[in-house]
């Protein structure tokens, strides 16, 4: 089972990236899915997450209005939309799959099994 984060870069604050989240090996179709991040001498943190059908979507207050995760079950795939990034977004980008199917319980990273590489994002002022 392999989690696959792609779409990291060096942007500028206020520009978009697309971050994607490739999964291979099964299926997450039923599991809520997530995106943390950890910025160098910072603990892990929870940034967003959505439901099994993509109907319900959480985010840390941070990135609301700012980000947007979905997903496309027919691809095994998760996305992280981000716009306006800040310098302070600035961190690895991981995707994990919950063991869960909702959000509600799906913001801790105890509430995820299975994890990603990560991505660098790198947000310039």
């Known amino acids: 089972v392999q989690l696959q984060a792609s779409g990291g870069g060096l942007v500028q604050a206020g520009a978009s990236l697309r971050l994607s989240c490739a999964a291979s090996g099964r299926t997450f179709s039923n599991n809520a899915m997530g995106w943390f991040r950890q910025a160098p001498g910072k603990e892990r943190e929870f940034v967003a997450a959505?439901?099994?059908?993509?109907?319900?979507?959480y985010y840390v207050d941070s990135v609301k209005g700012r980000f947007t995760i979905s997903r496309d079950n027919a691809k095994n795939t998760v996305f992280l939309q981000m716009n306006g990034l800040k310098p302070e977004d600035t961190a690895v980008y991981y995707c994990?799959?919950?063991?869960?199917?909702?959000?509600?319980?799906?913001?801790?990273?105890?509430?995820?099994?299975?994890w990603g590489r990560g991505t660098q994002v790198t947000v310039s002022s």
């Open positions: 959505i439901d099994w059908n993509g109907r319900v979507t």
């Open positions: 994990a799959a919950a063991r869960y199917s909702d959000t509600y319980r799906s913001t801790g990273s105890g509430s995820y099994n299975y």
